[in-house]
């Protein structure tokens, strides 16, 4: 059985994607431990939270070295909403917070109408809705699907991020999600 890694840092929808996870026949454990995250076959990054606050409890378990060795070494990593926003180099969230640099690019402030953005977005080219829920956007040149022009998926090596909860998508989140840990 693949063993994944949820990373703990402290928020985020931990049970919600460990039970899809489950649905999907995948063991996880929930641990900033830099061993296992360094060990395990593919890493998750789990959505919901702030940047500042989860980049604090990264650095403090010594997890935020653990996942860029792990990005280096070509391992797979997989990021849900805040986990994708983590993986840039910086968010303008909480006045301005280094992230884990592992793909170029702002996590920046969506513009106008209501914030935090909630629910049933298209994207595009994978021609699917799947529920969104967030206040920050990713700009970065490795986007790989939009949804209302926002950044929905990047991929970059081995990390594959995504803006919405495929966990809480329905169906056609659980099959985008066994995509992304499959490809991962």
Same mark, same amino acid.
């Given at each position: 059985?693949?063993?994944?890694? *949820? #990373?703990?840092? /402290?928020? !985020?929808?931990? =049970? $919600?994607?460990?039970?899809? +996870?489950?649905?999907?026949?995948?063991?996880?454990?929930?641990?900033?431990?830099?061993?296992?995250?360094?060990?395990?076959?593919? *890493? #998750?990054?789990? /959505?919901? !939270?702030?940047? =500042? $606050?989860?980049?604090?409890? +990264?650095?403090?378990?010594?997890?935020?070295?653990?996942?860029?060795?792990?990005?280096?070494?070509?391992?797979?990593?997989?990021?849900?909403?805040?986990?994708?926003?983590?993986?840039?180099?910086?968010?303008?969230?909480?006045?301005?917070?280094?992230?884990?640099?592992?793909?170029?690019?702002?996590?920046?402030?969506?513009?106008?109408?209501?914030?935090?953005?909630?629910?049933?977005?298209?994207?595009?080219?994978?021609?699917?809705?799947?529920?969104?829920?967030?206040?920050?956007?990713?700009?970065?040149?490795?986007?790989?699907?939009?949804?209302?022009?926002?950044?929905?998926?990047?991929?970059?090596?081995?990390?594959?991020?995504?803006?919405?909860?495929?966990?809480?998508?329905?169906?056609?989140?659980?099959?985008?999600?066994?995509?992304?840990?499959?490809?991962?």
């Amino acid at each position: 059985m693949t063993s994944v890694v *949820v #990373v703990d840092y /402290g928020a !985020g929808n931990t =049970r $919600s994607v460990r039970s899809a +996870l489950r649905r999907l026949s995948y063991e996880s454990v929930l641990t900033s431990e830099p061993t296992a995250i360094l060990d395990a076959e593919i *890493v #998750v990054l789990p /959505g919901v !939270g702030s940047a =500042r $606050s989860a980049m604090d409890h +990264l650095a403090s378990t010594g997890a935020v070295t653990a996942i860029r060795e792990r990005f280096s070494a070509q391992r797979p990593i997989v990021g849900i909403c805040l986990g994708m926003q983590l993986a840039l180099d910086r968010s303008e969230e909480d006045g301005g917070v280094e992230g884990l640099g592992l793909i170029p690019g702002v996590v920046r402030r969506l513009p106008g109408g209501r914030v935090p953005r909630l629910g049933w977005q298209l994207v595009t080219p994978v021609n699917e809705a799947f529920y969104f829920a967030h206040s920050y956007f990713a700009e970065t040149a490795c986007a790989t699907g939009l949804s209302d022009e926002v950044t929905a998926i990047v991929e970059s090596g081995s990390f594959i991020g995504v803006q919405f909860h495929p966990e809480k998508s329905g169906d056609a989140g659980l099959r985008l999600l066994e995509q992304c840990l499959t490809r991962a």
